[in-house]
């Protein structure tokens, strides 16, 4: 069973950080109605989704994905780039700490989860503002013995590696080559984005469908004429907090619960497979 733990927006998220983008109004009442679809989407693909409650000291805190890399084996928690946002960390420890084990990086690590990518054994690991070199080494060392191997790219054109590559699976990545180093993903079978559509690298996959943005037409009929499963949801307002398709979730398969197993008071089920 996939779990997809989720934080629904609040009025703050006017006050997000932003670094590639330019700050426009966001209409709130929307991008809370954008993230409800969202979820919606996950569960009717299969995922129990968990929403947390909002934190409203917090702009950023929708983007649950960069507080916490979740492998199948063991959870690391970030220290994450940008200090005001560190809290946010601590704030899902208990959560994650239900469903895996978990380790701390330490300072002066930087890294942000929507800066790792995971394709198999595989990490990609973004060197961008966000994430740094230490960030990297740090899981490196928590994961190598677990058998994975860390692969940094540079990211130059964008917030997160995330946000300019996805691993469709089979050894397929989606890459925006404008935004970031794709000679990193050596090995693997590479599918820029289309014209037009520089934020459609940005997808995930939910039991064998790639979910990505419904401003990218042109890249989701060309992923569909290539045989995926294809669909697309409206997350227009969030991008407006340079959010993306995977930030707004930490996804993960059940795994048994580590044998020091925490709970989260704010936590509920919204939906369930």
Known sequence: MLIAITRPPTESIADCQLTHIGRDPIDVNLAIEQHKKYRELLAELG????????????????????????????????????????????????????????????????????????????????????????????????????????VQVDVTGCLHLSTGASYLG????????????????????????????????????VNGVIVMPESSPATAAMLKERGYAVRTVDISELMKAEGSMTCMRQLFTRQPAPSKAKTQGGAHTTAQA
């Open 170 to 205: 089979e050894g397929v990545i989606l890459a925006n080559p404008e935004w970031i180093d794709a000679s990193a993903f050596e090995g693997f079978d590479v599918i820029h984005v289309e014209q037009g559509d520089p934020w459609a690298a940005n997808t995930m996959c």
């Open 47 to 150: 995922a129990e989704v968990v929403t947390l409650d909002p934190l409203d000291e917090h702009p950023d805190a929708v983007f649950v994905e960069d507080a916490v890399i979740t492998l199948d084996e063991v959870a690391i928690l970030c220290r994450m780039g940008a200090p005001t946002r560190r809290n946010e960390t601590n704030n899902l420890e208990p959560v994650i700490a239900a469903y895996r084990q978990t380790h701390r990086m330490t300072e002066p690590a930087m890294l942000e989860g929507g800066d790792v990518i995971g394709a198999g054994r595989t990490l990609f690991v973004g060197k961008s503002t966000r994430t740094n070199d230490e960030g990297a080494n740090q899981l490196r060392a928590f994961t190598e013995s677990l058998g994975y191997s860390v």
